[in-house]
């Protein structure tokens, strides 16, 4: 059964960092392309990033520069190291991954980690 | 970048009611569109990809179609389980802008 498990979020002054993480299992990690993608409080869907197979990355243009995706195959653990957080960034961030190779839909989603940013 | 407009945001039917969504792309996008359904404090579920392949466990009752800039998701006869808000995506290349969402209610 595919399994993902993110951690990490909670409160955090603008202008802070923090690091997310989301534990995978049930398939093979390493073989798909993993996302983030967020939700803000009572608003829609937000993509934030993908990373692939080979570890090539895109971002969102609103976390551009700000936020770093990464994957560690060994540990079947993605990453989003997120720094100079803003008010809106605040948001319930989920990890997605990939259906299959090229084909860039997202069929299991884990549960979410609450980031808040505020002061 | 290639915008994803959904319409109407909200609508209100009756159960047994055949329910339309359409989602706009400001370019073509092929039929590389995706259709999720979202429960209250619920994760997001995919319901369709391709445009229109059902995926699944999904009831037949959702259907997805159309290509280039214009698509629609169906549900022929709506049942009290289905309130939901539902969000196409578009799946042909980062990045991967999801629509609006459509808020179903039931009347």
């Known amino acids: 059964e595919v399994q993902l498990l993110e951690s990490g979020g909670g409160l955090v002054q603008p202008g802070g960092s923090l690091r997310l993480s989301c534990a995978a299992s049930?398939?093979?990690?390493?073989?798909?392309?993993m996302n983030w993608v967020r939700q803000s409080p009572g608003k829609g869907l937000e993509w934030v990033s993908s990373?692939?197979?080979?570890?090539?990355?895109y971002y969102a243009d609103s976390v551009k520069g700000r936020f770093t995706v990464s994957r560690d195959n060994s540990k079947n653990t993605l990453y989003l190291q997120m720094n100079s957080l803003r008010a809106e960034d605040t948001a319930l961030y989920y990890c997605?991954?990939?259906?299959?190779?090229?084909?860039?839909?997202?069929?299991?989603w884990g549960q979410g980690t609450l980031v808040t940013v505020s002061s | 970048d290639i915008q994803m407009t959904q319409s109407p945001s909200s609508l209100s039917a009756s159960v047994g009611d055949r329910v339309t969504i359409t989602c706009r792309a400001s370019q073509d996008i092929g039929n590389s569109l995706a259709w999720y359904q979202q429960k209250p404090g619920r994760v997001p579920k995919l319901l369709i990809y391709?445009?229109?392949t059902l995926h699944s466990g999904v009831p037949s009752r959702f259907s997805g179609s159309g290509s280039g800039t214009d698509f629609t998701l169906t549900i022929s006869s709506l049942q009290p389980e289905d309130v939901a808000t539902y969000y196409c995506?578009?799946?042909?290349?980062?990045?991967?802008?999801f629509g609006g969402g459509t808020k179903v209610e039931i009347k």
């Open positions: 049930g398939f093979t990690f390493s073989s798909y392309a």
């Open positions: 995506q578009k799946s042909n290349s980062a990045p991967l802008t």
């Open positions: 990373i692939g197979t080979g570890g090539t990355t």
């Open positions: 391709t445009a229109s």
């Open positions: 997605a991954k990939h259906y299959r190779y090229g084909y860039r839909f997202f069929d299991y």
